[in-house]
């Protein structure tokens, strides 16, 4: 049995609670928060103990995994604290927004000789290895273009309430960094690696936020495809996120969960079993409207391959060197945004 604690207690916070709790091989032991009220509550909600002392949490024998669900800005300092403390680490989206921050994340943990994971939970719904496996096996013959498309909605009461949202010191960026970061990652996960970027970036539909709530960008990738992402809290009533992979030989529209189109010059006879089964999968909002609206699901299915990571070493496909890339894409596309210019990657 797998001993979690859990620091931050805001809203992604329940998430991870629920998928640990899901798991028969896992139980939460106890959570931490700066915030007596909400380390109470998460604490009481879960039948795990609570503190606001966060080297108590990490001293405890019973916990061996410790998941980071606190302000994005604020990841690396107890990260590099739960390394020293011998435990391994899963941290929410992004695994931080700085990348020096990271990169010293990355380096405490192989110091310490723990893992190291960020949390991508989209890779492990079924779709998006469907996907994977069919750009995998070159049924799109040579990819010739892709987009990212996250045509959010969040109000300005969203921005207001929570304190860091919004904030270049703690939320890193805005509709990219916050929201759009998932398509961004499934983006680079399928299409390999980006070696440019060009973009536009601005601030739209919401007051008192230091962030951009629109964002357009074209991509070339390393294989020579050209991407296009764009990310947005301004778009009322806010709709799916999407992912389109082209090539000369196929075509694939994965709307949040769903198969929206799946067509190839060569057909299998699973193609059209693919298209019925996978028609309608999602379940939720998807987080368009409300950030709530998401199922636990995915997260449990990342924390169960983390889990077997620890115990087998078979990798789950998103170590910390992993779950950087959709951050250092995003850093390259506010560079060029404010620069007017083309930003090479790496960074």
Not at 188 to 199: I, K, S
Request: proline share 3%.
């Amino acid at each position: 049995m797998r001993g979690f604690g859990i620091v931050g207690c805001g809203m992604i916070s329940e998430f991870h609670a629920r998928a640990i709790e899901a798991l028969p091989n896992a139980q939460l032991r106890a959570v931490y928060s700066r915030s007596e009220a909400n380390a109470k509550r998460r604490g009481e909600q879960f039948n795990a103990d609570w503190t606001t002392d966060l080297d108590r949490l990490l001293n405890r024998s019973d916990i061996d995994i410790v998941s980071v669900c606190s302000a994005s800005g604020a990841h690396a300092d107890p990260t590099v604290a739960a390394a020293k403390a011998g435990k391994h680490v899963i941290v929410e989206k992004p695994l931080d927004i700085s990348l020096e921050r990271i990169d010293a994340m990355i380096e405490a943990c192989a110091e310490a000789g723990v893992q190291l994971s960020g949390v991508f939970q989209s890779r492990f719904h079924p779709t998006s290895q469907l996907l994977k496996k069919a750009v995998e096996s070159g049924r799109f013959g040579r990819l010739t273009l892709a987009e990212a498309t996250v045509k959010w909605w969040r109000s300005q009461e969203y921005y207001d309430e929570g304190g860091w949202k919004g904030t270049k010191a703690l939320d890193g960026g805005g509709a990219l960094m916050n929201q759009s970061i998932h398509a961004i990652d499934l983006l680079q996960w399928l299409m390999g690696p980006a070696a440019e970027v060009a973009a536009f970036k601005d601030t739209l539909a919401h007051e008192r936020i230091d962030v951009e709530d629109t964002a357009a960008a074209c991509v070339r990738f390393q294989n020579g495809a050209l991407g296009v992402i764009q990310g947005a809290t301004s778009v009322h009533p806010g709709f799916f996120k999407k992912i389109e992979i082209s090539g000369d030989r196929g075509s694939v529209v994965m709307e949040e969960e769903n198969i929206a189109f799946w067509q190839f010059a060569d057909e299998t006879d699973e193609d059209e079993r693919i298209r019925a089964e996978f028609a309608d999968q999602t379940q939720t909002g998807g987080g368009a409207s409300d950030p709530s609206a998401i199922s636990f699901e995915g997260h449990r299915r990342q924390f169960e391959a983390f889990i077997d990571q620890i115990e087998t070493g078979r990798s789950s496909g998103l170590d910390g060197t992993e779950a950087r890339k959709a951050v250092e894409i995003i850093h390259a596309i506010y560079r060029s945004a404010e620069t007017r210019s083309f930003v090479p990657l790496p960074l």
